[in-house]
């Protein structure tokens, strides 16, 4: 089973909205990242946020991290229809086990 | 720069047939990890292959198995298929770093369906 879970399973936006997702955890980690999929292929790395870090900006990301509630948030700000996508956090579980949460389907219509 | 190559793209097999899945690292990497994604799910990790040893596991049984070769590439063989194998198959590569700090670099996939 998953050990990571996103929300909302699934966002529908029109283009130039802001798209908010939000990923919780349980065990501590030392890192949290974010991965984009689109159409069943591989997963593309989009930002990487560390335990001591509480937010990071990656042009139209913002990622936020929140460790006492054990959960961050991706913000994609003024979406175009090219975001259309899965995204996923994901963390270390142990020391070499990298784990994916359910993900979040993003729908951005032109 | 080349990134992580995945072979074959698609595959069809049959129930009870054995398949191999190849995966080429991106060029600089030493870390293969091998995901099974099905249809609507997040990837779930299988294994993780370091100095040609399998690191870790995933909730995986023994029909799937792997291996790496000295240039870092990375096969992964899966026994007895089931339907409920039916997936896509990701290998992702990674530069081992004792932080943690790891970027995950993955393939395109490998299609498979067992009917």
């Known amino acids: 089973s998953q050990q990571g879970e996103e929300d909302p399973q699934a966002l529908s936006i029109q283009e130039g909205e802001n798209a908010t997702m939000n990923c919780s955890y349980k065990t501590s980690i030392n890192n949290l990242q974010w991965y984009r999929q689109n159409s069943g292929r591989g997963l593309v790395h989009l930002i990487l946020i560390r335990s001591n870090e509480r937010e990071k900006h990656s042009g139209r990301l913002r990622v936020t991290l929140d460790t006492s509630k054990k959960s961050s948030s991706l913000l994609i700000t003024a979406s175009r229809a090219a975001d259309t996508a899965s995204y996923f956090c994901g963390r270390y579980s142990g020391t070499y086990k990298y784990i994916f949460g359910t993900g979040t389907r993003l729908k951005v219509l032109a | 720069d080349a990134g992580v190559t995945q072979s074959p793209t698609h595959l069809i097999k049959t129930r009870g047939q054995q398949v191999t899945l190849r995966c080429s690292p991106k060029?600089?990497?030493?870390?293969v990890s091998w995901y099974q994604q099905a249809l609507g799910q997040g990837p779930q990790f299988i294994f993780q292959?370091?100095?040609?040893?399998?690191?870790q596991r995933g909730n995986f049984p023994d029909r799937f198995s792997g291996h790496q070769f000295p240039n870092y590439s990375s096969e992964l063989n899966v026994n007895a298929l089931l339907l409920g194998d039916s997936a896509l198959y990701l290998c992702a590569s990674s530069l081992y770093r004792a932080s943690g700090a790891n970027v995950l670099t993955f393939g395109a996939g490998s299609r498979l369906t067992v009917l």
């Open positions: 292959y370091y100095e040609e040893e399998e690191r």
């Open positions: 060029s600089g990497h030493d870390t």
